[in-house]
């Protein structure tokens, strides 16, 4: 529209939004070409959506992991507990119970894990990544142990109609993104909550002084991680029409990139949210076009740790000139 | 409602501190009545933070009382301190980066709108805007905190204390990062808040300012009070010399250098990107000079901008006559050791014994073809040792169960050992105890006498004045005087760190 033009008619303010624009924008618009010149499927509709609906889940698990991180924090255990719940949703459901109970079920291991999460670094003080490496081996541990290292199959058809219908017209797996992103962005831009979640990462003391009780909050952080991660657990179940011990593993890694390339600092209690659905879709469109081409999945992980690398230099070089 | 002058909103009493080995507070009564600006006086380390910390919560004190309107009450927390009205502008920012000024003004008190959970922007940026226009800052509210100045970082300090509405408002050295004008206005500001009958705590070193504001002057020294006065019966060299005349441990005198040595550390007109400038010392071997000033001043920038830790960006740093340049390795190998104020940190091994330590510096001179000799690296820890009389059992005891003393002795061996000849001690005193204090400046008279030079940092005044041949002194990031030995007095040090001459 007008704006663009507007835009090109002063370059300085040009070079302005260049410059402010991370460098994970950059890159998914040159991946974006990439696979569109090598691939034909790679821009199809079909492709398109199913990339979103790929990147659903990862998107549910980067949110809550981006707040964490801002926090000066970490959640490797978000890939297991996401598991461990999705497994604990259709041996529910197997049971016999209704969806809504199996959610409730899904949810409430989701935020115990979170809950222990935040004590252990909030209450304890352990250190984040220390703290979540040892849940992490309980979630997979007790995955692994309610299922007998066996699929939980049989959990009836209507979860999986569920997974392919639609709200006014959106599939319902970009819907729950579309739901977690706002209600993500809502917590951190508009609430107490989010601001605290900018001031236990960028000056923890500052809060103590505030008379804030910072500990509240910053077990919060957790238990919203451990919740994402139920909820993610009806989408990855409904998916693989099943419960699988080992369905997520990995995943806090690729979250954990999404919101890296996507601006979110470790250390200073600075983050960019919508950076982190930019992030996503790196990532997903680096597997999604990857597959296509029929690169093996081992050399997929390098390409996403040199996306890593490559995103994180390109903001060094920025914020250096 | 006219507020009562005379009444005290806060009263502390008799109250005391102790930390293991020092006593912070030591009997302090403290009025703070309405309508008052109650100047806070002291050099550095003589209980003025930790009066304010016992205030707002952050100590409980050991014994005392503390009023309020006549009242006694317990401020366990900074809840609490809030609750009673005390609001605190903290001297190193209680503002978080990321946040915008609107919502580091209101931390902790953000504006609730109707929408439950939902926090009202814009009525948090309306207020603070308002408050801004008070203090003569034009910034939008908008604004991302990190992105500000100092200066500007301070008034958003200021902003947020006002906010409070607090009936007693404490400010550590609001000034210290303002400009003229912007100080003007803030005495504006307090002048007002003086006349709404605000009551006012403020710590300041600069003493024009003790005398412009001030309604009562309370001075501290050794964490006790030692003069309540008012600015009208006193005067500028009255203050000073009531802040100075710290209990002194005379049991390190030396003998003073008569005949200084060769030019070991010369700067010219030297400058670092961490604030100092102008910056002209000069040391000779066999003389221990010390660098004295507030907290703040620049002393350990100085202490940095010469070894290579901070860049140079302004003149030249020579020594032993050729210039030095590049990191701290390259001024390890010219000779030059700092040694730091974090000694735990940054200067010893706490975990690994005392002969790792001591051999540390100098592995590549000891062994040139890379191949650590147990029986050499053994012969040379002990001399040092011997030499040095770090009292350890044996050289392979951990560095962490020797005392602090003893500990610096190691730090100082680890760079006897690597030949070093020009020492920087950055607060050598620092976290050890009085006994082994005698024992530290009797090192540091040893190395002198060996003919190496001794640049010698320190806030305590006396040992400025005990140790040192001749002082440097700093304010702002410059140097702003020299004392000579003849003149070297801890009243002469004050007057020059807090520009009253």
Known sequence: ?321 | MPPDRAAPVLELRGISKLFPGVRALDDVSFTIRAGEVHMLLGENGAGKSSLIKVLYGAYQADSGEILHHGRKVAIASPADARRLGVAVIFQEFSLVPFLDIAQNIFLGREFASRVPGHIDHRGMHLEAAKLLELLGMDVDTHTKVHRLGVAQQQLVEIAKALSQQASVLVMDEPTAALSEHETERLFKVIRRLKQEGVAIVYISHRLAEVFELGDRITVLRDGRKVGSLAPSETTPDELVQLMVGRAVDTSYAREFCALPGELALETKDLGSERGISGVNIEVRTGEIVGLAGLVGAGRTEVARAIFGADRVTHGEVRVFGRPLDGGPDASTRRGVALIPENRKQEGVALIRSVQDNLLLASLARLFPRRWFDPAVGRRVSVQKIDELRIATPSPLRLVRYLSGGNQQKVVVGKWLSAGCRLFIFDEPTRGIDVGAKAEIFNLIGELVGRGAAVLMISSELPEIVHVCDRAYVMRGGRVAGHLTRAELTEAGILRLAMHHE
């Open chain 1, 1 to 321: 529209m007008n704006e663009t033009s507007a835009l090109a008619l002063r370059p300085h303010r040009l070079r302005a939004a260049l410059a402010a624009t991370p460098g994970v924008a950059y890159i998914l618009l040159l991946m974006v070409v990439v696979f569109g010149a090598t691939s034909k499927h790679f821009l199809s509709g079909a492709n398109l959506l199913n990339l979103g609906m790929q990147s659903a889940i990862l998107l549910m698990i980067a949110l809550p992991m981006t707040l964490i991180i801002m926090s000066e924090g970490l959640d490797i255990s978000l890939g297991a507990v996401l598991t461990l719940c999705s497994v604990v949703l259709a041996l529910m459901l197997v049971r016999g119970n209704g969806l809504a109970v199996a959610l409730a079920a899904a949810l409430a291991v989701g935020f115990a894990f979170g809950l222990a999460n935040g004590l252990l670094v909030s209450v304890v003080n352990m250190p984040p990544f220390v703290a979540t490496l040892g849940t992490f081996g309980m979630a997979q541990g007790l995955a692994l142990a309610v299922t007998d290292g066996q699929s939980v199959v049989g959990i009836g058809d209507f979860v999986q109609q569920f997974y392919e219908g639609g709200v006014f017209g959106i599939p319902v797996p970009i819907a729950f993104a579309l739901g977690s992103y706002a209600l993500s962005h809502w917590l951190l831009y508009h609430t107490r909550f989010g601001s605290y979640v900018f001031a236990i990462g960028g000056n923890r003391e500052a809060l103590v002084l505030a008379g804030v009780r910072v500990n509240l909050y910053h077990i919060g952080i957790y238990a919203f991680g451990g919740c994402m991660a139920g909820l993610a657990a009806l989408l990855l179940t409904a998916r693989m029409n099943s419960g699988h011990p080992t369905a997520a593993i990995g995943i806090e890694f690729d979250a954990i990139v999404a919101a890296a390339i996507g601006g979110t600092s470790f250390e200073r209690g600075d983050g960019w949210l919508f950076g982190t659905v930019l992030g996503t879709f790196a990532v997903g469109v680096m597997r999604n076009g990857l597959n296509l081409l029929g690169v093996p999945s081992s050399l997929q992980v390098v390409s996403i740790g040199l996306l890593v690398i490559v995103a994180l230099f390109v903001d060094g070089l920025k914020q250096r000139s």
